[in-house]
């Protein structure tokens, strides 16, 4: 999803499964790899994301949980203007890549990282989600 912040547009990754009985999910976003950002835990290029134009990095500070319930009512909304739109999803290989580093990141708040490795299990980030 790429909602649009601070006037620019953002690619949001979703590293959870929602959970059943509220919708939530983890997600971190994307952002151009300027010189003053701090945490390069985990670097992204062109061809990494159809969305990534250069260099990006994955933003682990900013990790949130957010309800998909209310995510998906945005996309589908034809209201304007448009909030969160829909992107393609990450390859597998890339999930893998930023579920590893937010465990990795010494910018992911402690709460969001139990969150993950509660929901990811022994599995951590190794696996993508059962259907990709």
């Not at 682990?60 to 969160?84: F, M, T, W």
């Amino acid at each position: 999803m790429a909602p649009e912040r601070y006037g620019r547009k953002h690619l949001w990754i979703v590293l959870t499964e929602p959970l059943p009985d509220t919708g939530e999910a983890v997600c971190v976003s994307v952002g151009t790899l300027y010189e003053w950002v701090e945490d390069r835990t985990t670097i992204l290029d062109i061809g990494d994301h159809p969305f990534i134009k250069g260099p990006s990095a994955v933003f682990y500070g900013d990790a949130r949980v957010l309800n998909l319930n209310k995510v998906e009512k945005e996309i589908a909304s034809d209201q304007l203007p448009r909030l969160c739109v829909a992107k393609p999803p990450c390859s597998p290989d890339l999930l893998i890549r930023v579920r590893s580093g937010l465990l990795k990141s010494k910018y992911t708040r402690n709460k969001i990282k139990k969150m993950c490795s509660a929901l990811w299990g022994s599995m951590a980030a190794a696996a993508p989600f059962p259907d990709a």
